[in-house]
């Protein structure tokens, strides 16, 4: 009789326990089932505001100011493109909207401005290499690249991604979801920015190289290896050159339908933000050994740039890559916004870039002649 009572009160316990999971298990499902499509819709934001950047859509939203990024969409070219990366400390602009066609579905597009890493001098730097370098110090370096005023080359333009492109309607605060950004026109992506910069390189006395071979089709991958034989024969060509500039446009926070894009207000204006990118090479056997030399130029330009035009570049990006930086001690890559920055902010941030390396230029012509 005794054993029948516990036999009868435990399963009466255990009846209740799988109650009282069931229940829990249901009310959980409810509530992940009614947050589904808010997370679709916010959850970039959410991956933003875990990471630690400031997003906004136009001025509406009224968000904490210590956010930041998901992980940046993935390129190919075996895997040597630069990891975009969004900082923390950021401050928006607001966007105005054109109307898209209503035939093509579109996703959003959301503002940021981006500042983070570690001071240096006026500016920031994100270091990922670990070399323990004083900044500082080798900031105090003057580049090692002989500068003349005479009108022979001494700046070399290019695009290892030729065919990158830019939302093309002004003022869109929306991108059409078909579009691949990519385009063989120069008109409409990274040529045109390039394009820019050379110019007002051109304008201030300097001679200038802007070499438009398409290197990325049709066929993306070794982009960069068809691109540093375009660097070698223009060296070979104009031995002059001691600046070799890849001009890239970046792309990332893509969650759901949502993507993001960088913008600085220079002079009343909106300007695409550009990244600055300087490499290293640690390994025992270094093809890329005169990687400190690089650096000097790098800290200069980002010196002078947030000098002339405070907001305008993102953080000098040091990592442990090379982008055919090998191949003078003057070669960088440089990023100029995203593919949902308009054209228009991308070719305003291009004559910003060609200002600021032309100040540089002037600065190092000085001690050359």
């Not at 326990?17 to 589904?36: D, E, Q, R």
């Not at 290892?160 to 990519?182: C, I, M, P, Q």
């Not at 002059?240 to 220079?266: C, L, M, N, Q, W």
């Not at 800290?299 to 442990?320: A, I, M, N, S, V």
Request: aromatic residues 8%.
């Amino acid at each position: 009789m005794k054993k029948a009572v516990l036999s009868a009160a435990f399963l009466k316990k255990s009846m209740l326990t799988v109650g009282v999971a069931a229940t829990l298990f249901l009310s959980i499902w409810c509530i992940a089932y009614n947050l589904k499509p808010v997370f679709e819709k916010y959850g970039a934001r959410f991956l933003l505001c875990t990471a630690g950047a400031s997003v906004r859509q136009g001025v509406e939203i009224n968000e904490h100011p210590m956010l930041t990024a998901p992980k940046p969409t993935p390129m190919s070219d075996s895997g040597i493109e630069p990891d975009a990366v969004l900082e923390p400390e950021t401050k928006v602009h607001p966007v105005v909207s054109a109307t898209p066609d209503p035939n093509r579905e579109t996703g959003s597009v959301e503002v940021l401005w981006m500042s983070a890493g570690e001071r240096v001098d006026c500016f920031s730097v994100k270091d990922e290499t670990g070399t323990g370098l004083d900044l500082e110090k080798e900031l105090l370096i003057d580049p090692d690249i002989p500068v003349k005023r005479d009108g022979s080359p001494v700046v070399l333009l290019y695009s290892t991604h030729t065919t990158e492109s830019f939302v093309l309607e002004n003022g869109a605060d929306w991108y059409y979801l078909d579009d691949d950004f990519r385009s063989l026109d120069p008109d409409e992506g990274i040529v045109s920015v390039a394009a820019e910069a050379a110019k007002i390189i051109e304008a201030g006395g300097f001679g200038v190289v802007h070499d438009t071979t398409i290197h990325d089709y049709p066929a993306y991958s070794g982009s960069y290896a068809r691109s540093m034989e375009t660097v070698r024969k223009n060296l070979e060509k104009y031995p002059t050159v001691g600046i070799t500039v890849d001009v890239h446009r970046d792309a990332f926070g893509e969650s759901g339908t949502t993507r993001y894009k960088p913008v600085a207000e220079i002079d009343g204006k909106q300007a695409a933000q550009i990244m600055i990118l300087t490499g290293c090479d640690l390994s025992d056997e270094p093809i890329f050994p005169n990687w400190r030399k690089n650096l000097h130029l790098a800290l200069r330009l980002q010196q002078k740039g947030e000098t002339l035009f405070p907001g305008l570049f993102r953080p000098l990006y040091f990592c442990k890559r090379n982008y055919n930086m090998h191949a003078t001690t003057g070669s960088l890559l440089v990023e100029v916004g995203t593919d949902v920055n308009t054209l228009e902010e991308a070719r305003y941030a291009g004559k910003l870039l060609g200002e600021t390396i032309l100040r540089v230029l002037e600065d190092l012509a000085e001690k050359t002649e």
